[in-house]
């Protein structure tokens, strides 16, 4: 069994900074690309930013420049650092992974999700 789990979001001011976590457990034998999505209300699911395991990166545009992800192949986490955040980026966001586990399946996984709320 395979589990992401996230943490680090919360309440922030326009123009704060935050960071999310998204952590791998379980029969964890490898972990390819690592990607980091968001819902706002009423939208669909959107793209954020992914990164591949030798750290090659892409990002939505809405927030590049602003975000930065990276991740700790040793921890098997994925992190999300969030800069200048604006109102608009106000979500839940899901950390997402292609991972390959001991009895050699290979599964597309999700965390539970975090809210990030932008507001004064």
């Known amino acids: 069994q395979v589990q992401l789990v996230e943490s680090g979001g919360g309440l922030v001011q326009p123009g704060g900074s935050l960071r999310l976590s998204c952590a791998a457990s379980?029969?964890?034998?490898?972990?390819?690309?690592m990607a980091w999505y968001r819902q706002a209300p009423g939208k669909e699911r959107e793209l954020v930013a992914t990164i591949t395991r030798g750290g090659s990166t892409n990002y939505a545009d809405s927030v590049k420049g602003r975000f930065t992800i990276s991740r700790d192949n040793a921890k098997n986490t994925v992190y999300l650092r969030m800069n200048s955040l604006k109102p608009e980026d106000t979500a839940v966001y899901y950390c997402n992974a292609a991972i390959l586990a001991y009895d050699m399946s290979l599964g597309d996984y999700w965390g539970q999700g975090t809210q990030v709320t932008v507001s004064s």
């Open positions: 379980g029969s964890v034998l490898r972990i390819n690309t």
